[in-house]
C-alpha cells in the first residue's frame, strides 16, 4: 500500500508557472510508477504525464509536452509537475496516481488510469486568461 498527497495547486494567470508535488508514504521501497492524471469540470479523467521508478522515461501528453515536466525525487519520495506557461485549458483538478512497474508490460498503459492502483485526492490548479 501507498498513500499519495498532492500539493501545490493554486490560482495563477495564464502564462505563469506553478508545481505539483506528489509525496508518497507507506510502501514506497516498491519500484513503482507515479503519474499525474487531471479532470476538469464536465470532462473525463485525462492523462498528463508519468515516469517510470528510476526516473529514466517519462511520458506527456501532447497537449502539455514542451510546457509541464515531470521528475522524481526518490530520497525524499516525492514526484514533482513542473508546468510553465499554463494556459486557461490547463484548468482542473489534478490527481497523483501510482501503479507497480511490473504492471506496464506495453507503453500505451502508462496512459491508462486503470493501470495504476493508488491514487491522491487531487489538486486544483486554476488558470485565468
Known amino acids: 500500500q501507498v498513500q499519495l498527497v498532492e500539493s501545490g495547486g493554486g490560482t495563477v494567470q495564464a502564462g505563469d508557472s506553478l508545481r505539483l508535488s506528489c509525496a508518497a508514504s507507506g510502501s514506497t521501497s516498491i519500484p513503482y510508477v507515479v503519474g499525474w492524471f487531471r479532470q476538469a469540470p464536465g470532462k473525463e479523467r485525462e492523462f498528463v504525464a508519468t515516469i517510470t521508478w528510476r526516473g529514466g522515461t517519462t511520458f506527456y501528453a501532447d497537449s502539455v509536452k514542451g510546457r509541464f515536466t515531470i521528475s522524481r525525487d526518490n530520497a525524499k519520495n516525492t514526484v514533482y509537475l513542473q508546468m510553465n506557461s499554463l494556459k486557461p485549458e490547463d484548468t482542473a483538478v489534478y490527481y497523483c496516481?501510482?501503479?507497480?512497474?511490473?504492471?506496464?508490460?506495453?507503453?500505451?498503459?502508462?496512459?491508462?488510469?486503470?493501470?495504476?492502483?493508488?491514487w491522491g485526492q487531487g489538486t486544483q490548479v486554476t488558470v485565468s486568461s
Open positions: 496516481a501510482a501503479g507497480l512497474g511490473v504492471a506496464f508490460y506495453s507503453t500505451n498503459l502508462y496512459y491508462r488510469a486503470e493501470a495504476y492502483n493508488y
